[in-house]
């Protein structure tokens, strides 16, 4: 009898262990991985877990600067959803990269000033306020523009325009990727420039406020589908899920702005 009731429990311990991977494993579950720009990787991960949850879908989040990703992209790396400018998934489209009609525009950034925590804030008011903090900074940190990041390429080259190239490039402190308010952060540098979105994140510092109106330069976020994706139709869910309207409050809550289609 023991032996017959050992069975019958084993059997039912069995079917017990077949359901609850039912349940732990939804059926189509996929792993999946997006690419995103900085700007917009906090976004990502706040999103994800809830995706996740919602569909039993698995996803990896890697990011890199614009240029990075494209590179990246360009040479073959395997992914499934790419959160880049429109203009490289444009490019990445033509080459065959990126699936014909995916591009949704997601979110927009401007550029923003930050210093430590406790810092006096300078006076970024007007363009010329803003040259003369630049000026009087012991060091400025923003992105290396050689590493492909947006901000950094528009900063070198708006430097050149206000005439204080010569000055600031000699005490910059550049960064190849990631936040450049860690360097502020840590006290490597005295005054950084980056996109608000990747300010807001990094604690012990302070958003002293975006550039001034008529020299701001906003960018536009958008995502695509890779056309070597191996589970289409759950990246398509992944890509709609940055789009919906928790997304937007999300944006919002991350120093980023709703785009329209």
Known sequence: ??????????????????????????????????????????????????????????????????GGLTKRIETGEAFDVAVITPRALDDLIAKGKIVPGSRIALATVG????????????????VESFKNALLAAKTVAY????????????LDKLFERMGIAGEIRPKAKLKRGGYVADLIASGEAELGIHQISEIVPVRGVTLVGP???????????????????????????????????????????????????
Do not use: C
Not at 112 to 126: H, W
Not at 143 to 154: C, E, N, V
């Open 143 to 154: 992105i290396d523009p050689a590493s492909g990041g947006s901000s950094g390429i528009y």
């Open 1 to 66: 009898m023991a032996g017959r009731r050992s069975g019958i429990w084993g059997r039912i311990g069995g079917i017990g262990a077949v359901l609850w991977l039912a349940v732990a494993s939804p059926a189509g579950a996929a792993e999946l991985k997006i690419l995103t720009a900085g700007a917009f990787k906090q976004v990502v991960l706040a999103l994800v877990p809830d995706f996740e949850r919602r569909t039993g879908h698995k996803v990896t989040v890697d990011n890199d600067t614009a």
């Open 211 to 261: 550039l001034p109106k008529e020299i701001q330069n906003i960018t536009t976020y958008a995502g695509g589908l890779s056309s070597g994706s191996k589970a289409p139709v759950e990246a398509r869910q992944l890509l709609e899920a940055l789009h919906d309207a928790k997304a937007a409050e999300v944006l919002k809550s991350k120093g980023m702005e709703p785009a329209g289609s």
């Open 111 to 126: 550029i923003g000033v930050v210093v430590k925590e406790g810092a006096p804030r300078p006076d970024i008011s007007t």
